[in-house]
């Protein structure tokens, strides 16, 4: 009752629009002035706390016992990797949104403010939350017009892995989705050391237009956490350690992720956890559109490790043929970088400008081969960018790594316990993890 | 075929912005050796011989004069000399000079118009091997880019990407590229031939020339276009010429019946014997007298001068309808021309940014290189458009400069009597 009292009371603070029995609504284009600050979450959660690589998480304040977040959608700018950057519609400032994290049993409070160009409704995607908080437009809420305002209020029942998004299918494919974690009130009997989430996402984006093509049925973008390979942050495991990286998908297609060097344990789905004995192992995981997976693992095996989707156009970025005078000759100066990205710090084409690919990388016969070219300019050296995504995280990676993660993939890095301190000094200095 | 390629490669190299011969070059080369306007020279000259000739005085005549010549009483009869002399009267020399000044002044009238029709003409022929070898260049860029396509199909047909069908379209659109550059290598040995005629040296070795098409001419005002050709036609002028040539003409026809007065004198030996038994001895003799008109007061030439000066005068009618009628497709192809040149240079630009676009997408790894090549394929498509639209505004412009005169090689005298061409 004394929930729900203050939550009147905080309606009524937001002045006319009124509050109907499903939520309320009103036109407002600035963030109110009473707000209180955000600050950051409290460490109360019942695990390591959640790494979210290239995303932020959403702070929240304590209003007598409410969580409550302040969540925005709004125009982003996401740079997908160094040169590569859309105009997508996001959540505070970037696509996906930030992490909203919390724990079971909390009462949440999302103050949720319109700053697109056309109305929407936010779906709390697997919560058990009351109808009207259910975030489907015309059914359960009326629309949260431009510059309007709807503030959602529940309790959490589940723990698990959830997401949220615009319950309107075209916003959904411009980026608006972020992850909801939900710690359990008990800790899982199998405690992990690193923690992570992933959100899979895909564009359909010209060369020349940074705006994605949401009607697309085939995407040459494929993010997670808003990055393309090279530019995913890899994630950084001690030697031994156990980890979960909890993987959502919400797009077109559906996501091979397989995980290079292990077998996983597949312990969650977007229904939350899984009893232990319908745990299934496996090394490649279809995530389908609207789902969620855990994945959890020991990494007894020291390397750089891969996890990507494995679907082959997923593999690359902004994938074409290469069939012209990049594959005919000496390839003198050629190459992804030498175009509009030529000049840029990092660039392997640029660093490469009058160079041709290594030795014996293409056989002189190459062009009188049946299937030639396949990979061989898509992939490697022509691709590379390393100090352009250069960040604690790929210290110690080989020259030219970046020329082989690209699309939906990042890398699983176990580490000797002196380079994963190492790294995690680096990470400190550098303000955190990336 | 070699001269050929030597033409082509010369009036390539205008294209390369080299140096070369340009355009006042050429008109002062024609206006130094077109025939046309010798024929036009020599035939002012001869006009000013005759204006000279008709102010010419009749000569005097003298001569022996003998009567009553037999012997007896008489002896030897008269005899002796005499001087004769015609005087024009009534202005009538001065009548037919004014006329034969008349048409000397219509004879430097059609030279000035001629050598206006030679400056056009040139310019024409300059603009269309310009032009020409325009075509040829944008014709060769278009081999290599379909040369660059069959290569590229073949790749991606080795890729499994094209198909047998593709290929074959490939390499038809080459043989196709190779026949049109032939057929503009073609025009370029005409375009060039017709300028080496028009300047009047057949044998005029290919050799650069200095311009370009792009951007186009200066504007011109087309507004006030026919009132001021109506008042500046060289050609006007000519036919202007004619009629005071054809008043002159008439002038002289009806000073024509005046009689010239005819002046005899002399003096003569008279052996005739007198009362005295003496002959008569020198006596003179003299007589004038004038043709009476009679039954020729020169009707039928007054007459015919008449119908001359309603024909010359017609002839001026005639002369400005038909450069009404001639200005107006010209101004319509000009003003429709300049129009499209200036669509085409917004519409370059905009396909060049394209192209420049896929084909740096291209070295990214972006875009596919047949996007390139269509790319390519359209600004080339755009280019040779725009070539064939400066060219017909060049030639509008220099037409409707050149006051519609552009024949050539065109005799000066059929030109004025045909007006302008």
Redesign the interface.
């Known amino acids: 009752m004394q929930d729900r009292r203050r939550f009147l009371q905080h309606a009524a603070a937001l002045g006319a629009g009124g509050l109907s029995l499903r939520g309320q609504t009103q036109a407002r284009r600035a963030m109110p002035a009473d707000q209180p600050a955000p600050t950051a979450p409290p460490a109360t959660t019942t695990g390591p706390g959640v790494q979210t690589p290239d995303l932020k998480k959403l702070p929240w304040t304590d209003d007598g016992g409410v969580k409550v977040f302040q969540l925005v959608a709004e125009p982003v700018r996401q740079e997908l990797i160094p ?1 590569k950057t859309l105009d997508l519609w996001g959540f505070n400032g970037s696509a996906p949104g930030p992490l909203i994290e919390a724990n079971q049993g909390d009462r949440l409070r999302i103050v949720f403010d319109n700053h697109l160009p056309e109305p929407i409704a936010i779906h709390w995607h697997g919560l058990e939350v009351p109808n009207a908080m259910d975030g489907v437009m015309s059914l359960t809420q009326p629309p949260v017009l431009p510059g309007g305002r709807f503030v959602y209020e529940f309790t959490l029942r589940q723990e698990g892995t959830y997401f949220y998004h615009s319950h309107m299918a075209m916003q959904e494919m411009m980026g608006l989705i972020g992850p909801l974690i939900l710690h359990p009130s008990r800790p899982y009997s199998t405690a992990v050391d690193q923690d992570y989430v992933i959100v899979l996402q895909e564009y359909a984006a010209r ?2 237009n940074p705006v994605p093509d949401s009607m697309a049925m085939e995407f040459n973008w494929l993010t997670m956490n808003g990055k393309s390979g090279p530019a995913t942050t890899p994630l950084i495991i001690r030697h031994n350690q156990r980890v979960k990286i909890r993987l959502i998908n919400l797009g077109m297609d559906a996501h091979p992720i397989h995980l290079h060097g292990f077998q996983f344990w597949i312990t969650g789905t977007e229904g939350g956890r899984q009893p232990e004995s319908n745990w299934i192992r496996r090394n490649t995981v279809l995530v389908g559109v609207a789902q969620a997976f855990d994945l959890e693992f020991h990494a007894t095996h020291l390397g750089e490790w891969m996890l990507h989707c494995h679907l082959p156009h997923h593999m690359m ?2 994938m ?9 000759g000496t390839m003198t100066g ?8 030529a000049g840029m710090p990092g660039m392997a ?1 640029a660093a490469m400008h009058g160079m041709a690919l290594p030795p014996g990388w293409i056989a002189p016969n190459a ?1 009188r ?6 990979d061989a ?2 992939e490697g050296p ?2 590379a960018m390393d100090a352009a995504v250069a960040k604690p995280e790929t210290y110690g990676l080989p020259p030219g790594w970046s020329g082989a993660v690209q699309g939906m993939m990042t890398l699983v890095r176990v580490l000797e316990p002196a380079m994963f301190d190492h790294i995690e000094r680096l990470r400190a200095a550098a303000g955190g993890q990336s | 075929m070699s001269r050929v390629i030597v033409i082509a490669a010369a009036l390539s190299a205008a294209c390369a912005g080299q140096a070369g011969l340009t355009l006042a070059q050429l008109q002062q080369m024609a206006l130094a050796r077109n025939p046309t306007l010798q024929q036009a020279q020599d035939a002012a000259a001869a006009a000013a011989g005759e204006a000279r000739q008709a102010g010419m005085w009749p000569n005097p005549t003298v001569g022996y004069q003998g009567e009553q010549i037999r012997g007896g009483a008489f002896q030897g009869g008269e005899q002796g000399a005499f001087v004769q002399q015609t005087i024009p009267l009534g202005g009538k020399l001065q009548a037919a000079q004014a006329a034969a000044r008349a048409r000397e002044q219509g004879r430097r009238a059609e030279l000035a118009a001629q050598r206006q029709a030679v400056r056009t003409a040139v310019a024409l022929a300059y603009y269309d091997a310009l032009a020409a070898a325009r075509a040829l260049t944008l014709r060769g860029q278009g081999l290599t880019l379909a040369e ?1 396509a069959a ?2 199909t073949a ?2 047909a ?4 094209a198909d047998q069908p593709d290929e074959a379209r490939a390499a038809i659109a080459v043989e196709t590229a190779q026949a049109a550059q032939a057929a503009a290598r073609a025009a370029v040995h005409a375009a060039w031939a017709r300028l080496a005629a028009v300047v009047g040296d057949p044998g005029l070795i290919p050799q650069p020339l200095a311009g370009h098409l792009a951007p186009g001419p200066a504007a011109l005002d087309t507004a006030g276009y026919v009132e001021r050709l109506l008042t500046q036609s060289p050609a006007l002028a000519a036919a202007r010429s004619g009629v005071a040539a054809a008043e002159a003409e008439l002038a002289a026809a009806r000073k024509r019946p005046i009689p010239d007065l005819e002046l005899r004198g002399g003096v003569e030996d008279n052996r005739e014997l007198q009362a005295n038994g003496r002959a008569a001895g020198a006596q003179a003799f003299a007589s004038a007298g004038v043709a009476l008109p009679l039954f020729n007061r020169n009707q039928g030439g007054v007459a015919a001068a008449v119908a001359r000066l309603a024909g010359a005068r017609a002839e001026v009618t005639r002369l400005r309808l038909a450069l009404r009628a001639e200005a107006a497709p010209v101004l319509a192809r000009y003003r429709a021309a300049a129009q499209a040149a200036a669509a085409y240079a917004r519409m370059l630009p905009q396909a060049e940014r394209a192209e420049h ?13 047949p996007e ?1 090549l269509a790319a390519r394929r359209r600004r080339l498509a755009l280019q040779r458009a725009q070539a064939r639209t400066l060219r017909e505004l060049w030639r509008s412009d220099a037409t409707l400069r050149g006051m519609l005169l552009t024949a050539g090689l065109r005799p000066a005298e059929d030109g004025m009597t045909q007006g302008m061409r």
Request: aromatic share 8%.
């Open positions: 040169g060369p020349n970025n902004h074409v043929s290469p069939v012209g005078p990049l594959t005919r050629a190459g992804r970088g030498a175009g509009k990205m084409g062009n081969v049946p299937g030639f070219p396949q300019y898509m022509m691709a | 660059d290569t590229t790749q991606m080795n890729v499994g990407q676009m896929l084909d740096m997408d291209y070295w990214d790894m972006t875009a596919g290189y390139v």
